[in-house]
Structure formats: structure tokens, C-alpha cells
Nanobody, 122 residues
Framework: EVQLQASGGGLVQTGGSLRLSCTIS????????IAWFRQAPGKEREPVSC????????KYAESVKGRFTNSSDNTKNTVYLQMNTLKPEDTAVYYC???????????????WGQGTLVTVSS
């Protein structure tokens, strides 16, 4: 079974940067898309970004465009989310998920990792 491990969260000041990692075990070719979602306290989970690991195509939520970069190192079976110019509203638990379509719809993702907490202080 595909397993995902998210890491790299922490506490950072406004304007700072963090890089999240999502390491994939027992990877299947069918799980070609890796997405990042986040859930802030008291809010619903929302999509952040997704990447097609084969061709590298990416999608981003409007709120993170120009600040976050999603990339994949297929030799390491790891996807990265580089987060720059962080804002307090980026504070959330960040999850990575694997699926067969590069989409922002979480229902299309079958496998989920545990979350990693990102806290941005003002």
C-alpha cells in the first residue's frame, strides 16, 4: 500500500520560508499526482498545490501563487513544497496525498499522509 510521510513543518515568522517534504513509499505509477492540502484551525481543508510527477506540471491555489513552489525528485520519491514569504494566514496543518489525477479535488486522492503543522507568527 502507498504510504506518505509529510515533514518539515515548524514555527516561522511572517515573511520567512519553510520547505515541506512528502516522502512516498510503495509508490505505484497510478499514483502519479501528489497534492498538498492544508487545514487551518476551525476551517475546512483546502487545496494548496498539486503536481504530476511524470511531466512536472503543477497547479496552485490563488492564495499561494508566486510564493509556493511544488517540485518532485523522482529519484528520491519525494515531493517538496517550498513556501516563501509566509503569512499568518498560511498557518495550518499541511497534508500530502497521492492520486491518479492532478487535481485540486481531495475526493480524487486515495492515499494520505499525516499532517505537518506550519505556524506563522505575526
Amino acid at each position: 500500500e502507498v504510504q506518505l510521510q509529510a515533514s518539515g513543518g515548524g514555527l516561522v515568522q511572517t515573511g520567512g520560508s519553510l520547505r515541506l517534504s512528502c516522502t512516498i513509499s510503495n509508490y505505484r505509477y497510478a499514483d502519479i499526482a501528489i497534492a498538498w492540502f492544508r487545514q487551518a484551525p476551525g476551517k475546512e481543508r483546502e487545496p494548496v498545490s498539486c503536481i504530476n510527477r511524470e511531466d512536472g506540471s503543477t497547479k496552485y491555489a490563488e492564495s499561494v501563487k508566486g510564493r509556493f513552489t511544488n517540485s518532485s525528485d523522482n529519484t528520491k520519491n519525494t515531493v517538496y513544497l517550498q513556501m516563501n514569504t509566509l503569512k499568518p494566514e498560511d498557518t495550518a496543518v499541511y497534508y500530502c496525498a497521492a492520486g491518479s489525477l492532478n487535481s485540486e479535488y481531495e475526493a480524487l486522492y486515495d492515499h494520505w499522509g499525516q499532517g505537518t503543522l506550519v505556524t506563522v507568527s505575526s
